[in-house]
């Protein structure tokens, strides 16, 4: 698992071809705790506590991959979208590309 925090991650599904695409100003260690919290505690709190549950899923947290690292929030906010919206096999619940035009500043 990638360490460090301020990055934009990836977490694969163990039974699907799909990803959850993230990022988070924690540390690595600290933001998966939370993602199975969520998953246990609150299956309707994100899309891949979702995915987890609706859809009988597991995560894949020994595979993370880190896809940017910046001490930049809107940086890694913007970086994330991008991610996001060039992703095919997506567990996250995609946004209009307004919201990422005009909600990040660079």
């Given at each position: 698992m990638g360490e460090g925090s301020n990055v934009v991650y990836g977490i694969p599904c163990l039974h699907c071809i799909k990803k959850y695409i993230g990022q988070t100003s924690q540390l690595m260690k600290n933001r998966i705790t939370g993602h199975k919290s969520d998953t246990k505690n609150y299956p309707q709190r994100c899309a891949l506590a979702t995915h987890s549950?609706?859809?009988?899923?597991?995560?894949?947290?020994?595979?993370?991959?880190?896809?940017?690292?910046?001490?930049?929030?809107?940086?890694n906010t913007f970086l994330e979208m991008f991610d996001i919206f060039k992703e095919k096999n997506l567990i996250n619940k995609k946004q209009s590309p307004e919201i990422l035009v005009t909600s990040t500043r660079m």
């Amino acid at each position: 698992m990638g360490e460090g925090s301020n990055v934009v991650y990836g977490i694969p599904c163990l039974h699907c071809i799909k990803k959850y695409i993230g990022q988070t100003s924690q540390l690595m260690k600290n933001r998966i705790t939370g993602h199975k919290s969520d998953t246990k505690n609150y299956p309707q709190r994100c899309a891949l506590a979702t995915h987890s549950n609706a859809e009988d899923q597991k995560m894949v947290y020994d595979d993370i991959t880190i896809l940017a690292r910046s001490n930049n929030t809107e940086k890694n906010t913007f970086l994330e979208m991008f991610d996001i919206f060039k992703e095919k096999n997506l567990i996250n619940k995609k946004q209009s590309p307004e919201i990422l035009v005009t909600s990040t500043r660079m």
